[in-house]
């Protein structure tokens, strides 16, 4: 068998083997016409020792005998990496066509010592197979690919896109009133913060929290009509928490239709959610329903002066060729993108990780990992996620942090230090924080807008050791931004790293800093060593 040069399955069985077109030293393409294909490419087991894609979340050190995700327009796309013990690249694999469906499957032969991975498409158009075989840590691999996918770079994002955020859905999920969601505006203003989201539960009367038995959570989604109950003059209501310097969105699942509204007679669905019998799922591909749906939208960023949308669930209706909805929920977000912009041309809408992807990079301007309440090494390694896939130059959002009232100030901190990997994100009740709370959040979220530039035109790397991100650093105008989570590699970027590294401690034990200039704790005050404590930073 010949290793690495892709095959073409056609209808008939045939097989082809398709020429390639080397762009640079280790880098191939192929190209393939548009149709019903199916794709094969072998890779031999020459010092592999685990694998990526976009579906993983983390990268997997151990060699599987089966892997399959399907990728399409609102989920995942048709990467696969694999790669040594120190994530150096073996192969890495993607197909130039993100919208249309595509079942990715590899399958280990024992007898042969290969992958043989199977992209299997039905695309209107045509497009080519990029191939990396260069001996460079896989994630670098990736950016390659993303400049043939998006020649013209990434978008321009609004100003706002980088300011930090308070959304309301840990701190009270679907009981938001307005007096109590109208003091955390103002606490959220005074803390820093520029963006406000209302999130679930302001469009129906019933006010419920997430617990362990809650059932048929979104059977009233759909009408998106403000509960006069919860939010009795909700246009004055957000005029003045505009008023503070903030930024309003709501929360929305256009996408998303719950059995118990209006709605649900209104539109049409393509098919019932397969976790939760209280929605379905909007068809996309019925133009009057899309229709309804978008003119909903566009009234309430007219009738209450929004800033933008938390857009949610476009992922809910997995790719699914035997659905073929990716094509029409590419362009239900196109639509949507355009209606907002029609509306407020520096509009913000916030999309989640399983739909940061790199064909809808133009369609938001906020890139959130996904729900992660108490985990901030879990948030880390979802922010690690979102910027392996993306790159630079976008607005990536941590998971709103949210403790326990019972957490120690250490990991308080700790849970603000994973959250700076990113554009930093809050949802606890901030009217009952204690002392050492509000210095906490007053410590890092100044330490993030006196630092913003890096975020905006830094170049960001994401280190992995083993299965989990080491180090997540950003470095622009001779400045170096580095959320440390494995102790080994704090010395190595100190010494690395030189004047004007700002070094954060997301691991649980304190790292010696002989050459900083000064250390703090999570709370901004100095510490009288030079030993940066979890949840510290410190300054070299």
Not at 75 to 86: E, G, I, V
Request: glycine share 6%.
């Amino acid at each position: 068998m010949e290793h690495f040069i892709p095959v073409l399955f056609q209808d008939n069985g045939a097989a082809i083997a398709l020429e390639g077109k080397s762009t640079r030293d280790g880098i191939t393409l192929f190209d393939v016409p548009a149709g019903k294909q199916k794709i094969r490419i072998a890779i031999p087991f020459r010092d592999i020792a685990g694998f990526w894609n976009p579906f993983t979340i983390h990268p997997e050190m151990k060699l599987m005998w089966n892997i399959s995700f399907t990728a399409g327009a609102q989920q995942n796309f048709p990467y696969f990496a694999l790669f040594s013990d120190l994530h150096r690249n073996r192969a890495s694999v993607g197909l130039t066509e993100l919208i249309a469906e595509t079942d990715v499957f590899a399958k280990m032969s024992q007898m042969d010592g290969i992958y043989e991975i199977t992209f299997t498409i039905d695309s209107p158009r045509p497009f080519q197979v990029f191939l990396d075989r260069r001996d460079i840590p896989w994630v670098a691999c990736l950016e390659d690919f993303r400049k043939l996918v998006l020649p013209a770079g990434v978008p321009q994002y609004p100003a706002g896109a980088w300011d930090p955020v308070y959304c309301t859905w840990y701190a009270f999920h679907a009981a938001v009133e307005q007096e109590p969601v109208e003091a955390n505006a103002r606490a959220a203003a005074d803390l820093g913060f520029g963006t406000f989201i209302l999130d679930d539960g302001w469009s129906y009367d019933e006010a419920k929290r997430v617990t362990a038995s809650a059932r048929d959570w979104y059977k009233d989604i759909g009408n998106w009509t403000v509960s006069c109950k919860k939010f009795p003059d909700m246009a004055n209501h957000v005029r003045r928490v505009q008023e503070m310097g903030l930024k309003y969105l709501f929360w929305t699942a256009p996408t998303m239709i719950g059995v118990g509204n209006d709605a649900f007679k209104e539109v049409k669905c393509s098919s019932k959610c397969s976790y939760d019998d209280s929605f379905w799922h909007l068809d996309t591909t019925d133009t009057p329903s899309v229709n309804a749906v978008l003119k909903k939208m566009d009234a309430l960023m007219n009738t209450y002066k929004l800033d933008g949308l938390k857009v949610d669930f476009i992922d809910d209706e997995h790719p699914d060729p035997a659905l073929g909805t990716a094509e029409s929920t590419f362009h239900f977000v196109q639509e949507l993108h355009r209606i907002v912009t029609a509306v407020k041309p520096d509009a913000l809408l916030e999309f989640r990780q399983r739909y940061n992807v790199p064909q809808l990079l133009p369609y938001a301007t906020q890139f959130r990992a996904g729900d992660v309440p108490f985990d901030y090494l879990d948030n880390f390694n979802r922010i690690a996620h979102i910027r392996t896939c993306l790159g630079d130059g976008v607005p990536v959002h941590a998971d709103p942090v949210y403790w326990a009232n019972v957490e120690t100030p250490e990991n308080i901190a700790r849970h603000l230090v994973a959250s700076l990997a990113a554009v930093p994100m809050v949802s606890m009740d901030l009217t009952v924080l204690t002392e050492v709370e509000k210095k906490i959040f007053r410590h890092y979220i100044d330490f993030y807008k006196n630092h913003v530039e890096i975020y905006r035109q830094g170049h960001w790397d994401v280190a992995y050791s083993g299965t989990m991100a080491s180090m997540i650093s950003g470095s622009w105008n001779g400045e170096t931004l580095a959320v440390i989570a494995e102790p080994y590699l704090a010395r190595e970027k100190a010494l690395a790293g030189g004047a004007g590294l700002h070094l954060l401690n997301l691991s649980p034990v304190s790292l010696p800093a002989p050459e900083a200039k000064a250390v703090y704790h999570g709370t901004g005050e100095l510490s009288a060593d030079k030993v940066i404590p979890p949840g510290g930073r410190a300054e070299y």
